[in-house]
């Protein structure tokens, strides 16, 4: 049998052909969320309960803590929108908070649900609080982090360039510090989180603030919440805060837990929520 040497170019025209194909299948796997925005009437099946299987892939976006391991979010649509920064409650990012990450790509916005206790969670009242106290004695590294989360986002395509952070419990508050600590972000909305109600220490907040509170939350009384909304006023700090009445707590991430009391207040916070983004970021 007489052997024929392979044509060089033939060799690498097949060379190139497989790692095109290789590459074009990487891009064709990575996963994105269908754009299908709620309608008036409706709230995300996140908060209800309701969620289907997780759509987003695990990011490390924060270098200088290789464990922290957000949740990325990417909308499947053409459309042009801001960016989100989903900041987790006191147990760390939970199933919910991931789910609710694809609830916010279904409305077209890229979203990145930070980690802020690198990579862990906690079981119950003792853990969580152990990380929160953690997390909260060092400041400037949850700015750090959420500033390379907001760095992420800025940095691909298919946005305005402007992001929103948004927060429940534990997260709303760090929501309120990252707003008092950096200006690498153009909307700041809080679920329930601490406040403070010191207008000098406002001051220079240069965006709207969202606020969404809970008139049975004995962990945030509705005298904090109103003397928040004074400094504000006296801060000359637009917002759009709203104190819903007989709901507690974490009403609105987990609807599920009481749906007769939490529905009708719920979906008119998550339609404040969207008028707010439309107007902040997009």
């Not at 106290?133 to 907001?150: G, M």
Request: negative net charge; contains cysteine.
């Amino acid at each position: 049998m007489r052997f024929t040497k392979p044509n060089p170019l033939i060799k690498y025209f097949l060379f190139f052909l497989s790692t095109s194909v290789f590459v074009l299948t990487l891009l064709a796997a990575e996963p994105h969320v269908a754009y299908a925005p709620t309608d008036e009437n409706q709230l995300p099946d996140a908060v209800l309960g309701r969620a289907g299987p997780l759509q987003g892939q695990i990011l490390a976006y924060f270098e200088d803590h290789p464990k922290t391991l957000g949740y990325l979010a990417r909308p499947a649509t053409k459309q042009t929108q801001g960016a989100v920064i989903l900041i987790h409650e006191w147990n760390g990012l939970s199933e919910r908070v991931k789910q609710v990450a694809d609830a916010f790509a279904a409305e077209g916005y890229l979203t990145l649900a930070a980690d802020l206790y690198s990579g862990r969670t906690g079981s119950n009242r003792d853990e969580n609080m152990l990380l929160v106290n953690e997390t909260l004695a060092d400041t400037a590294t949850l700015i750090k982090n959420l500033d390379a989360a907001a760095s992420y986002l800025k940095a691909q395509g298919n946005t305005t360039g402007k992001v929103a952070a948004i927060g429940w419990c534990y997260g709303g508050g760090v929501a309120l510090s990252y707003a008092l600590g950096s200006k690498n972000h153009e909307a700041t909305a809080i679920f329930y989180g601490s406040l403070l109600a010191d207008p000098d220490k406002m001051a220079h907040i240069q965006h709207e603030i969202y606020g969404t509170f809970a008139a049975s939350d004995t962990g945030i009384p509705v005298d904090q919440v109103n003397a928040f909304v004074l400094a504000l006023r006296k801060a000359n700090i637009s917002n759009d805060i709203h104190i819903y009445d007989e709901v507690k707590h974490g009403f609105w991430l987990h609807v599920d837990r009481d749906p007769d009391t939490n529905m009708v207040p719920a979906l008119d916070a998550w339609q404040r929520l969207k008028t707010y983004l439309d107007r902040a970021i997009n």
